[in-house]
């Protein structure tokens, strides 16, 4: 298994994004060169991207924010997907594992994310991991 940072915008990279974003959410627009350029050149963001081996193709990604505010460094893992063809093999595993080595190194005291209670084999792999389940209230503010 091969984890890599994405530090500038290719095809491959382009047709992967376009390929899995469908796979995590329907909602989603359709990404442009530019969106994941500017995605990819974001002093917060870390993205993610995973190979069965160094010549096969793109087949899972993550994304990993890591941002200052006054009480310090946090870090957020948001998108994690891995092609419905290769699930079940550590993807995932590995791309939360490498995120979290990477926010450690960034300064981050911890991680958080959120995940859709439906999606119960995604809650099991970041428990398996070690995330630890917190009570609080998530608001989202829609902009109509």
Do not use: C
């Amino acid at each position: 298994m091969q984890i890599e940072l994405a530090s500038h915008i290719t095809d491959e990279l382009l047709d992967a994004l376009t390929r899995l974003i469908p796979q995590l959410t329907i909602s989603s627009p359709r990404l442009t060169r530019d969106d994941v350029a500017a995605l990819v050149s974001s002093d917060s963001v870390t993205l993610l991207t995973a190979r069965r081996d160094a010549s096969a193709p793109i087949v899972g990604m993550l994304t990993l924010i890591v941002y200052r505010v006054p009480t310090g460094v946090r870090a957020r893992i948001e998108d994690v997907v891995v092609d419905e063809s290769v699930r079940g093999q550590g993807i995932a595993v590995a791309l939360v594992q490498r995120a979290l080595e990477v926010a450690r190194a960034k300064g981050a005291d911890g991680v958080a994310l959120t995940s859709n209670p439906r999606r119960e084999a995604a809650n099991q792999l970041y428990q398996k991991v070690g995330f630890k389940k917190w009570e609080t209230n998530v608001y989202f503010y829609k902009f109509e």
